[in-house]
């Protein structure tokens, strides 16, 4: 039996239930053929009651070993929370959950419609529920594409579920009833109905604190929030410790951004109840929206000590200590995260991009893997992982990873940028110039891609079309430095001297301390023999970066070509000393003995054509990486 063939399964009691993971020989459907030697599989266990999970997890734990791994949640709302992010193969719900917002059976048959194939399996030894259950299922499975009224509203207001059948309950006096129609209408998303069932309600009973609650809570998922905060406040003032209205309220206001009324909300519910779990998070999720960090670490910690296991609470305390810096921190709380729940796939990206921050690309190399292991389709995982790739100069499996992040999101315009990017590594520059013209079609405003083409064009020695590619990133941001710097290189190629000294001169006006754009200008200045504007140039890239031997060999040809030998030969000596291997400045320093020995035989250099040149700058200083 397949596990796309099985519908559902309804078992009276704990050992139906093992027998039909085949721990005993007992009469019933085997489920093993879900189960294979190379994959865990995750069973979702969905009682309100602690026992039962203790005993499940035991029996479970006997019987299967780490073969199945057993999730728990306590409510069926939380349930819906977990299957909408996670893969379950199996659901074993045990019984009605008359104090939630959501039933057992309504449970059941939501499950029915949004996933037909998945397994569930009913565990109660409660007669009714099991019958309710076995209806529920007969009758969706005859119609699954419908989403009318369940047979909560059918029992509870016959088969005429009118208006008129609602005014009969209140004539009845059954207000419970009603309660229980409208929780079922607006579980079922009809929450028109729901708005009428619940004003009845309050018709009937005008100081009825929790059908206003009610009320509010149809209007707020409806998108009413005005009409929503008007019913949750009226409740407020019929039971001023009504925390679950006060919540609310405080969440109305959220959606209206209506901050400081949504906090003081908040506050108040949490003095009524403060063991309130969601106000305290609510809170928190207020205080890191604005950036009161302190604020909002109170807040989140107050979370985690009430429920030690809610991964949401780590997560976003991760995020806030990425901000402020606190990288170490901040991989502790996304390895809690994923501690709470291993299918945490945000906490494992935010976990990988932390690794990334701080170099460790390795480590961000498997997080990112284990974020496309619980969410396949994760582009951004995908082009993050890229990235870590090329951190480790593994170019070959960055594109890959960038090529993947594409097949799931063709427009992902920084990921044909960086595939781009990843190809100019491998000095494939025809590929990379195709990457970047596919991100530069989605994105025309793309100064990065615009820049990083004129490189690729530049490293094909197709300058004219680097200039134009340089011309427009710098018309999209005027302030890119680097693309002004890399326009002056392209124009120096084509030997358009003038212009690239311009070109390198805005780059410094953006950037003083640019010490490339300083030398690059040296040279420029040496090619129209402007040789004290060289020298000048030369010397201030030596005081931003004295260590740059290129900037005191160009300097010590300019004093050659100047007649100032001594500081030639001081200069190329500086260069051999910061570079002993500076092939150059060897060759230029021995020139300058020979030209010096020379003036000494009064020769003048006759008849001798010693050459000396300045190093442009172009292609090797000229990175793709922004």
């Not at 009845?172 to 929450?191: K, Q, S």
Request: with cysteine; net charge negative; hydrophobic share 40%.
């Amino acid at each position: 039996m397949g596990m796309e063939k099985v519908e559902r399964i309804l078992l009276r009691d704990i050992a139906g239930v093992f027998a039909a993971f085949g721990m005993q020989e007992q009469s019933g459907p085997d489920l093993r053929e879900w189960y294979t030697d190379e994959e865990k599989r995750t069973v979702l266990l969905v009682d309100d009651d602690s026992y039962i999970h203790t005993l499940y997890e035991d029996e479970f734990s006997r019987a299967f070993g780490d073969t199945i791994r057993l999730v728990h949640s306590y409510s069926p709302k939380d349930a819906f929370g977990y299957l909408q992010n996670h893969r379950v193969y199996t659901v074993i719900s045990c019984v009605l959950f008359p104090d939630d917002e959501v039933s057992g059976v309504l449970f059941l048959k939501a499950c029915k419609i949004l996933y037909p194939s998945l397994p569930f399996i009913v565990n109660s030894t409660m007669d009714s529920y099991t019958e309710e259950c076995a209806e529920a299922d007969e009758y969706l499975v005859k119609d699954p594409d419908m989403y009318p009224l369940f047979s909560t509203v059918e029992r509870c207001l016959g088969a005429d579920s009118s208006t008129e059948a609602v005014n009969r309950k209140i004539r009845e006096g059954d207000i419970d009833t009603l309660f229980n129609v409208g929780f079922a209408y607006h579980d079922l998303m009809e929450y028109e109905r729901a708005l009428e069932v619940f004003r009845s309600i309050i018709h009937a009973r005008p100081n009825g604190a929790e059908a206003y609650r009610n009320l509010g809570f149809a209007h707020e998922r409806s998108g009413r929030y005005t009409e929503a905060i008007e019913a949750f406040r009226h409740a407020v003032t019929l039971d001023s410790e009504y925390a679950k209205a006060l919540y609310c309220l405080g969440n109305s206001y959220v959606k209206l951004e209506r901050y400081p009324e949504a906090i003081e909300a908040l506050k108040k519910a949490i003095e009524t109840d403060p063991g309130y779990m969601e106000a305290h998070y609510c809170l928190g999720v207020i205080y890191d929206k604005f950036e009161r960090y302190p604020e909002a670490v109170a807040a989140y910690q107050r979370v985690i000590d009430i429920d030690p296991e809610y991964a949401n609470a780590y997560f976003n305390l991760g995020n806030i200590f990425e901000e402020m810096g606190s990288h170490g921190r901040a991989i502790e709380l996304y390895q809690q995260a994923i501690g709470a729940n291993p299918e945490y796939y945000e906490a494992y990206y935010n976990l990988g991009y932390v690794y990334c921050t701080i170099g460790k690309y390795t480590e961000a190399i498997e997080a990112f893997e284990q974020a496309i292991g619980c969410k396949p389709d994760y582009a951004k995982a995908y082009y993050n992982l890229g990235i870590a790739y090329n951190g480790l100069d593994r170019y070959f499996e960055a594109i890959e990873a960038f090529r993947c992040a594409i097949s799931i999101k063709p427009d992902y315009a920084k990921a044909h940028y960086s595939l781009g990017v990843a190809y100019g590594k491998l000095r494939k520059y025809s590929d990379a110039i195709e990457a970047f013209t596919y991100a530069l079609m989605i994105r025309p405003d793309y100064a990065k891609a615009h820049y990083s083409l004129g490189v690729a064009y530049g490293k094909l020695r197709r300058y004219s079309d680097a200039i134009e590619a340089f011309k427009r990133a710098i018309a999209i941001d005027p302030d890119y430095a680097k693309a002004h710097y890399s326009l002056g290189v392209a124009y120096g190629k084509l030997r358009r001297y003038s212009d690239a000294a311009e070109a390198f001169k805005r780059a410094i006006a953006i950037n003083p301390d640019y010490a490339k754009a300083h030398y690059s200008l040296g040279v420029a200045y040496g090619k129209l023999r402007r040789y004290s504007d060289a020298i000048e140039a030369f010397k201030r890239a030596i005081a931003i970066d004295p260590d740059y031997a290129e900037a005191h060999n160009n300097l010590g040809v300019t004093y050659l070509k100047s007649g100032m030998y001594k500081g030639a030969v001081e200069a190329f000596e500086q260069a051999i000393m910061i570079k002993p291997d500076y092939a150059e400045a060897h060759n230029n320093l021995g020139v300058a003995h020979l030209v010096i020995g020379e003036k000494k035989s009064n020769l003048n250099g006759e008849g001798m054509d010693w050459h000396l040149d300045y190093f442009m700058p172009y292609p090797n200083s000229t990175p793709f990486y922004d």
